[in-house]
Nanobody, 118 residues
Framework: QVQFVESGGGLVQPGGSLRLSCAASGSIANIYAVAWFRQAPGKDRELVAQILRSGSMRYLDSVKGRFTMSKDNAKNTMYLQMNSLTPEDTAVYYC????????????WGSGTQVTVSS
């Protein structure tokens, strides 16, 4: 199993930006999908952004135009650039991957806390 270590979270004011990083223990170059998820207090974990092996990308409607996901296969690292943050973006952010379209997600990492507050 691939393990993930998320970083880059913190406290930011509304309208601010953060860049999250996710270091994978193995290659992510040919994995079917890599993705960022988030879980806010009292809510279910939700998919925020995803990149498929084909290059196709998908974003949660509420972050479209504000968040950009990217990955560096050479570094086995994925990123989430988050701009124009709002308090509703406050959550623990996690990265994960699937080796195939019907495969399970990998083991969850510890995540990184993002708090948007004035």
């Amino acid at each position: 199993q691939v393990q993930f270590v998320e970083s880059g979270g913190g406290l930011v004011q509304p309208g601010g930006s953060l860049r999250l990083s996710c270091a994978a223990s193995g290659s992510i170059a040919n994995i079917y999908a890599v993705a960022w998820f988030r879980q806010a207090p009292g809510k279910d974990r939700e998919l925020v952004a995803q990149i498929l092996r084909s290059g196709s990308m998908r974003y949660l409607d509420s972050v479209k135009g504000r968040f950009t996901m990217s990955k560096d296969n050479a570094k086995n690292t994925m990123y989430l650039q988050m701009n124009s943050l709002t308090p509703e973006d406050t959550a623990v952010y996690y990265c994960n991957s699937r080796v195939g379209p019907y495969a399970d997600l990998q083991r969850w990492g510890s995540g990184t806390q993002v708090t948007v507050s004035s």
